[in-house]
């Protein structure tokens, strides 16, 4: 059973723009908190942004404050995340994950509730 599903990846030059979106099951919806998460070749998953259901406290690292957004449509259950002034840094794979607010800044999010597959975003100096 497919509790989020990704989509929007692709491969970009450095400063284009991708959006990404994640469509959420009946049970992931009922997460206080859906986002996402990537993780870099060679690199440890980290966290990216996090919003709740109800379109509040939007949050971001550092690395991409200023860059990225994420948003909701609550009522097609689906999470996106608007990507602009992309680096090659943010090349990755993107995954959607829900479940407690308070899990998205622990353990590289190893407490999330649902996942998604991931999807690949590729950005080219």
């Known amino acids: 059973q497919v509790q989020l599903a990704e989509s929007g990846g692709g491969l970009v030059q450095a400063g284009d723009s991708l959006a990404l979106s994640c469509v959420a099951s009946?049970?992931?919806?009922?997460?206080?908190?859906v986002g996402w998460f990537r993780q870099a070749p060679g690199k440890e998953r980290e966290f990216v942004s996090v919003?709740?259901?109800?379109?509040?406290?939007?949050q971001y690292p550092e690395s991409v404050q200023g860059r990225f957004s994420v948003n909701i449509d609550n009522a097609k259950k689906t999470v996106y995340l608007r990507m602009t002034s992309l680096k090659p840094e943010d090349t990755a794979v993107y995954y959607c994950?829900?479940?407690?607010?308070?899990?998205?800044?622990?353990?590289?999010?190893?407490?999330?509730?649902?996942w998604g597959k991931g999807i690949v975003v590729t950005v080219s100096s």
């Open positions: 919003i709740t259901w109800s379109g509040r406290g939007a």
């Open positions: 009946r049970q992931a919806f009922q997460a206080n908190a």
């Open positions: 994950a829900a479940g407690d607010l308070s899990d998205f800044f622990a353990r590289n999010g190893a407490g999330m509730d649902y």
